[in-house]
Structures are given as C-alpha cells and as structure tokens.
C-alpha cells in the first residue's frame, strides 16, 4: 500500500513563499542597479522624497490635531513635518542632484565610519589577541576611509555598484533555498 506524500505545513509554505518573493525582489533590484546604477539611485532617491513628504504630512497633522500634545511638543512636531515636507520638495526638483548629494553624503559617512572604526582597533590593541592582524586592520580601515573621504562620489559608486551585486546574488541564492526549503533528504 503507498502512501500519499504529506502535505506541506502552512509555515513551510510560508517560509518558501517568503524566500521566493525576497529572492525575486533583491534579484530584480540587484539587476537594476548593475544595468542601470544611475536611474535606479534616482528611482530610490525619489522614493525617499516622497516618504519624507509623507512623513512630513503626518509629523505636522500630529502637531496640529493632536491636543493631548503640548504647546512646545505641538510646535515641534509642525516644525518638523515642515522641515521633511520641504526636504522633500526640494528633493523633487532635481532628483538627478539629490541623488548625487545622497551618493557623496553615504560615501563622507562610510569614510568617517571606517577611521573611527580604524582608531577603535587600535584604541584597543593592548587586549587584542593578534596585535599584527589589528594594526592591520585598523592601517587599511584608516586608509580606505581617507581615500573614501577624498572620493566620496566615486566610494559612493563603488559601494552602490557592489550593493547591486550583493543583491542579485543573494537573490538567486534565496530562490534555490525556496525551491529547496522542507524537502526531505531521502
């Protein structure tokens, strides 16, 4: 006598579910940002313009309707959703620009992250285990981040190009585990 195969439980269809569509959305990001890095960084940057809008809308209704507030927390919140409101708007009217401003702000901070991450490892070279690999980390981490801060625009790119990349392979990595998710070893 066979026997049926046991249907999948809802969470493993879940859970496949899940990997297929983050597989698919993080391969078709990753595509588009390899083919086309800068229409798709002034796609995200409109993005982020209209979520400050919104934001911004939201920030200032809070000020305005909310009377359980208080005068000053009212006048903050107005203050605020006026500043995303603006930010926003101003974003729309050049998006190509925006987009570079946003490029060459990530690369300053990505520098700035890396020498402070830099002068970390070597703040606490007495207790590290290896003192070679830790002045080494911290002369390449100090190196790239003063490099990065003389090329904000150009890190900015590479890190971008290599977001894209990530993206697609870990992409096509998610959609072979929801293919393979909960299947037996037999």
């Given at each position: 006598?066979?026997?049926?195969?046991?249907?999948?439980?809802?969470?493993?269809?879940?859970?496949?579910?899940?990997?297929?569509?983050?597989?698919?959305?993080?391969?078709?990001?990753?595509?588009?940002i390899l083919v086309w890095p800068g229409k798709t960084a002034v796609?995200?940057?409109?993005?982020?313009?209209?979520?400050?809008?919104?934001?911004?809308?939201?920030?200032?209704?809070?000020?305005?309707?909310?009377?359980?507030?208080?005068?000053?927390?009212?006048?903050?919140?107005?203050?605020?959703?006026?500043?995303?409101?603006?930010?926003?708007?101003?974003?729309?009217?050049?998006?190509?620009?925006?987009?570079?401003?946003?490029?060459?702000?990530?690369?300053?901070?990505?520098?700035?992250?890396?020498?402070?991450?830099?002068?970390?490892?070597?703040?606490?070279?007495?207790?590290?285990?290896?003192?070679?690999?830790?002045?080494?980390?911290?002369?390449?981490?100090?190196?790239?981040?003063?490099?990065?801060?003389?090329?904000?625009?150009?890190?900015?790119?590479?890190?971008?190009?290599?977001?894209?990349?990530?993206?697609?392979?870990?992409?096509?990595?998610?959609?072979?585990?929801?293919?393979?998710?909960?299947?037996?070893?037999?």
């Amino acid at each position: 006598m066979t026997t049926a195969p046991p249907a999948a439980s809802p969470v493993r269809t879940g859970i496949r579910t899940a990997l297929w569509v983050g597989g698919l959305l993080a391969l078709a990001v990753g595509i588009l940002i390899l083919v086309w890095p800068g229409k798709t960084a002034v796609i995200v940057t409109a993005i982020i313009a209209v979520y400050a809008v919104i934001a911004g809308l939201v920030y200032a209704g809070l000020g305005i309707f909310a009377a359980s507030m208080g005068g000053w927390a009212r006048i903050g919140h107005i203050l605020l959703g006026l500043v995303f409101v603006v930010a926003g708007v101003l974003a729309f009217t050049s998006l190509n620009q925006t987009a570079a401003w946003l490029g060459g702000f990530i690369g300053i901070l990505v520098a700035i992250m890396w020498i402070v991450e830099g002068v970390v490892a070597l703040s606490t070279l007495s207790s590290a285990g290896s003192k070679i690999w830790a002045v080494l980390f911290a002369l390449l981490s100090i190196g790239a981040g003063v490099v990065l801060l003389f090329a904000p625009l150009w890190g900015a790119a590479v890190l971008w190009l290599l977001l894209g990349l990530s993206l697609a392979v870990l992409g096509v990595v998610n959609i072979i585990r929801a293919f393979s998710y909960g299947r037996q070893r037999g």
